[in-house]
């Protein structure tokens, strides 16, 4: 099956007491076993529950994967998968990441000895000479956030192999519509549930995916230690945010497009980092890696000082100030203040994040609605 009508059908089942086309809820914590000592699929909701089996299920077909686990958030997935890490443990992560994985990183993570180091990783020669010999884990993001960098998930993989690492993958800006990492050769992909995949701001998960089952009943080991686990309701939001996954991120990615195109266009504006523009640095690897749009994630500096960016910010209408993204709603954003605050300034510096970018996140309304509201606020 294609991968829409998988995002449909696959792990959802008809409710055999009642026929209902669509799964209830499982609200249970506990569930009633056959035997003592003889135990059923499903025990105590935090080791496994109906609902998030079947959400798991489905993410993990449209990744390409054997199996899949739902978090609390994308925060709790991510932390899950560097806790296969052990004491003196190198970790090598990309510069262009997340502010929230950042400071997982640097403030929480290098607490227990694990040593953290960032690195461009569009520089297959810098990765390779970051890699050390304690270096267990390669993290990454393509695109990159906020400056949309795009790493040769391939290579880059390939290369981590030769040396033995694991290779993991934050995927949320691509989604599985636009980007497979496990297709192209890495071990983990994570997705922030809470953006693309539930798409309508009311839910709050995480998920990792991955193609081995070895390393599955590892990361099920943590999960379930830690109780890092998706709600009910969260996984049924999810599982339905999956249906229209592929129609919403195509259409968005369309209409970033045309606001990219609009933005490099203008004079107002001094620089547009959007990977299907064909300037952008890494376009031609988004052009072979990316099937069916660049996404719709951008990132933009205005002419002038902070304070018209921050005004810009302030004056759209359509655009909301909010962190978060890949919702129907479009929002805007300042990453050097809101998304990417747990950098320290000289970090920021040190990575790239000026306090001139803004960052949009493009939602389903009309293209040319989001222009014009654009536009007055740059003239604001």
């Excluded at 025990?43 to 686990?69: H, M, Q, V, W």
């Amino acid at each position: 099956m294609k991968f829409r009508t998988r995002a449909i059908h696959v792990g959802v089942h008809r409710d055999a007491a009642t026929g209902a086309v669509v799964p209830p809820i499982h609200l249970a914590s506990t569930f009633v076993q056959p035997g003592a000592g003889v135990w059923g699929e499903f025990d105590y909701s935090r080791s496994g529950n109906p609902t998030r089996k079947g959400f798991e299920t489905t993410i993990a077909s449209l990744e390409s994967g054997i199996g899949g686990l739902a978090f609390a958030s994308g925060m709790a997935a991510t932390h899950t998968a560097v806790m296969l890490l052990s004491a003196g443990d190198h970790i090598l992560a990309g510069r262009d990441i997340y502010g929230g994985t950042y400071r997982l990183l640097h403030r929480v993570v290098d607490r227990y000895n694990v040593k953290v180091s960032l690195v461009d990783t569009t520089d297959l020669a810098a990765v390779a000479a970051a890699i050390r010999p304690e270096t267990k884990m390669l993290w990454l993001e393509s695109p990159g956030n906020p400056q949309m960098s795009i790493t040769d998930l391939e290579a880059v993989s390939k290369l981590a192999h030769e040396r033995g690492l694991l290779v993991g993958v934050d995927s949320t800006f691509a989604t599985p519509v636009l980007t497979r990492p496990l297709e192209l050769g890495a071990d983990i992909v994570m997705h922030s549930a809470t953006k693309y995949i539930g798409g309508h701001s009311d839910l709050l998960g995480g998920v990792l995916v991955v193609k081995d089952k070895a390393l599955l009943d590892r990361l099920y080991f943590l999960q379930n230690a830690t109780g890092n686990v998706m709600g009910p309701l969260e996984c049924f939001l999810a599982s339905r945010g999956l249906k229209t996954l592929e129609l919403r991120v195509l259409e968005q990615s369309r209409t970033a497009m045309k606001i990219a195109n609009w933005l490099l266009a203008d004079p107002r504006i001094s620089r547009v980092l959007y990977p299907g523009l064909p300037g952008h640095p890494g376009h031609e690897i988004a052009a072979r890696q990316m099937t069916g749009g660049f996404g719709a994630m951008l990132t933009f500096e205005v002419r002038g000082d902070l304070e018209k960016t921050k005004r810009v910010c302030q004056a759209t209408q359509l655009f909301q100030l909010a962190v978060s993204l890949g919702a129907v709603e479009s929002l805007i954003e300042q990453p050097a203040s809101m998304s990417h605050a747990s950098y320290s300034a000289e970090a920021r510096a040190a990575n790239g994040i000026t306090d001139g970018l803004i960052r949009l996140s493009v939602g389903l309304e009309d293209a040319d609605d989001l222009i014009a509201d654009l536009d007055q606020a740059l003239n604001a």
